[in-house]
């Protein structure tokens, strides 16, 4: 049997609570307002005059720029000469044809995105420890990393080489297409080029010439050219982080690269006419349906983009003001719920690593203190384990100019009591504003056809104390089926594996029209609540008129959640499935308890209280083998299934409370 996250759906258990200060939003009333755009406000006839010409554009200190290097703070500058010199000593990995292809062959992606990565991350360590020290070093390695990757037929990744004409397997270097890794190494070695270019040349004036012959034939020139790129979203209405990520580093190239001026400007128009699709896909919440993880380039890749044209053009192409652009960048704090964890709906994991600095400075871009303070509380306990900065190259030379003012702001964690993201159907709440003690809650309406889509309409979960009580189990490694037509036979993107109910044996279906109905969301000062009808996030086979779920904090106190059903028949399996990373006791008819990991930071333990007429539980425990899932919860799982007797009736109602 498979489980699914308890559905999101409550009926209003408390009459009285309806006369105080709330919110009350049918998701069918909200209109998304008037998009922002960057082609409207700036148009490609003024774009030439508003860019700073090629070769004056001047964002960050070239290694030549001895002062601004020397002036970093001696811990920065060691941490980072240590990673160039750890990378001075090794061999570079290969890539072989046979490598390439298993993923065609076997479906395996990582044993060849492994040494790729590595000889990207390498070849960036090289490039900051040499602006960093300025000795010369570290160049004859460097100059080894670029002619390297200068000589790979490909700079796109085996998972997605499908794109060209000659589909999966090898790549034909007559057709370059531009996915995301090889607009990442565009970027990077556009970066590469502006730093050391000099020093480069020192070695052989033919490298920076092979640099920007394969930039333009691999990049520049197929993105000009083209517009059948899907995530250039000119042909598709399939829109997600691919768009932001893949022309922040076309842009990155075009801006440093590109010295025709008539082409820099082409591009440049052509790459907001793209974002202006990316930004129109999102609704006014600017909520991300891909989760916080994506967020990182999704709407922090937006960001990259708006801080590159803004810096290109002397400040004059801003966005910042626009309601919608801020939104986007309010999310990220909107999804959190405690030091690494955050709200893990779709491919997410439950723990994410944010791009600390990026998010200080999106914040103070829009002006956002949460924003600001939760980025500069992330990089605070960052700098405690290492005082070096990530991210890619781009983002580490915009945080090591930015080193000092994050060192000193004011971080905390902004824990905002209550979430509506009404576009995307999410809502999140806590029992204190600024604290992770208590209960916290989120939950989720939508469609089963978001970008990075798990069958988890009305999925729920629940924390306590800032520690994972129910939970999303989040996503496994990327193989091939995970994104195919096998991607719903893998169980993270079960509903049957979310806090969900299994109607009649029958689990939620993928497709647009699979969603939630008759959305409804209220808050107040004791109270926060969704309600949704998830009937038709199921298939006509489960045989389900209406199922209404209701997930209600009360704050300080529980969280109640009420199941409410009409069924057209009984047959097969009927049951809800809660998965948990703690302990779990049957200890008695009518309560589960929740015991906390003896390896989690702050122990407790939570009652779940269920209708014992109703409902008998089981468990399974589900052994953790893939090292993405192990690396959030462990060695395992449990999945709780409450399950309904065969004769239950055709119309019931269920109802959960979760105490301390």
Same mark, same amino acid.
């Given at each position: ?296 380039? #999704?709407?922090? *890749? ?6 590159? %044209?803004?810096? =290109?053009?002397? @400040?004059?192409?801003?966005?910042? +003001? ?105 809502? #999140?709440?806590? *029992? ?6 208590? %209960?916290?809650? =989120?939950?989720? @309406?939508?469609?089963?056809?978001? +970008? ?209």
């Amino acid at each position: 049997m498979r489980s699914l996250l308890l559905n999101m759906k409550i009926q209003v258990l408390f009459p009285l609570f309806l006369g105080l200060c709330f919110s009350f939003t049918p998701l069918a009333a909200q209109k998304q307002g008037e998009k922002s755009s960057l082609s409207a406000k700036y148009q490609s006839e003024t774009l030439r005059g508003t860019l700073v010409q090629h070769g004056q554009w001047h964002p960050f200190a070239t290694a030549a720029e001895r002062e601004f290097w020397n002036a970093l703070p001696e811990n920065t500058r060691r941490a980072h000469i240590e990673q160039g010199e750890q990378a001075l000593g090794k061999e570079w990995p290969a890539l072989p044809a046979a490598l390439y292809l298993e993923f065609a062959r076997i479906g395996n992606r990582s044993n060849y995105e492994g040494p790729y990565f590595v000889r990207r991350n390498r070849l960036a360590d090289l490039v900051l420890a040499e602006c960093i020290e300025g000795q010369g070093r570290f160049v004859d390695q460097i100059v080894n990393g670029l002619w390297m990757i200068l000589e790979e037929t490909s700079w796109v990744i085996p998972a997605h080489i499908g794109a060209q004409k000659a589909g999966s397997g090898l790549p034909d270097p007559e057709e370059p297409v531009v996915d995301l890794f090889s607009a990442e190494t565009v970027g990077l070695l556009a970066w590469t080029l502006y730093l050391v270019g000099p020093q480069l040349d020192q070695v052989s004036p033919l490298i920076c010439k092979r640099i920007l012959n394969e930039a333009h034939a691999r990049v520049l020139v197929p993105c000009l050219e083209r517009d059948d790129f899907w995530w250039m979203s000119f042909t598709t209405d399939h829109i997600n982080n691919w768009n932001p990520w893949c022309n922040s580093n076309w842009l990155t190239a075009a801006l440093l690269l590109e010295d025709d001026a008539g082409k820099r400007t082409s591009a440049v128009a052509k790459i907001m006419r793209s974002l202006d699709r990316f930004i129109g896909s999102y609704l006014s919440d600017g909520g991300c349906d891909e989760g916080p993880s994506y967020w990182g380039v #999704a709407g922090a *890749s937006l960001f990259d983009c708006l801080e590159l %044209l803004r810096s =290109a053009s002397g @400040g004059k192409i801003d966005l910042y +003001s626009e309601p919608l652009i801020q939104n986007i960048g309010r999310y990220i704090y909107r999804a959190h719920i405690n030091e690494r964890y955050f709200i893990d709906f779709a491919d997410a994991p439950a723990k994410v690593s944010i791009a600390d600095d990026l998010v200080y400075r999106y914040g103070k871009r829009i002006g956002d203190k949460n924003m600001m303070a939760l980025g500069a509380y992330a990089a605070h306990r960052r700098m405690e384990r290492s005082p070096a900065v990530s991210g890619s190259l781009g983002r580490k030379l915009a945080a090591l100019t930015n080193l000092g003012e994050l060192a000193a702001a004011r971080g905390f964690q902004p824990m905002v009591r209550d979430v509506w993201l009404d576009g995307i159907q999410v809502m #999140a709440a806590r *029992s204190v504003e600024g604290s992770p003690q208590g %209960l916290y809650v =989120a939950a989720k @309406g939508g469609h089963n056809a978001e +970008s990075h889509n798990h069958n988890d309409v009305g999925n729920f979960i629940v924390y306590f104390n800032g520690q994972p009580a129910l939970i999303d189990a989040g996503v496994g490694t990327y193989t091939r089926k995970t994104f195919s037509d096998q991607r719903y036979e893998i169980w993270t993107m079960q509903s049957a594996y979310h806090n969900l109910p299994t109607i009649n044996g029958v689990m939620q279906k993928d497709g647009r029209e699979y969603a939630a109905k008759d959305v409804k969301y209220q808050s107040g000062g004791f109270f926060a609540e969704l309600s949704l009808d998830i009937s038709g996030a199921y298939p006509e086979a489960a045989g389900v008129k209406k199922w209404t779920r209701t997930v209600r904090l009360l704050r300080g106190k529980e969280v109640r959640v009420v199941e409410s059903y009409s069924l057209e028949k009984r047959e097969g399996d009927l049951y809800l499935s809660l998965m948990t990373p703690c302990t779990v006791n049957l200890d008695k008819r009518g309560q589960i308890t929740l015991k906390e990991a003896a390896d989690r930071e702050q122990p407790f333990s939570l009652r779940i209280l269920y209708d014992m007429d109703k409902l008998e539980p089981e468990l399974e425990k589900m052994v953790l083998d893939d090292p993405r899932l192990k690396s959030a919860w462990g060695d395992s799982l449990t999945r709780i299934v409450l399950r309904a007797a065969k004769n239950a009736p055709l119309r019931d109602t269920w109802a959960l409370r979760l105490v301390q």
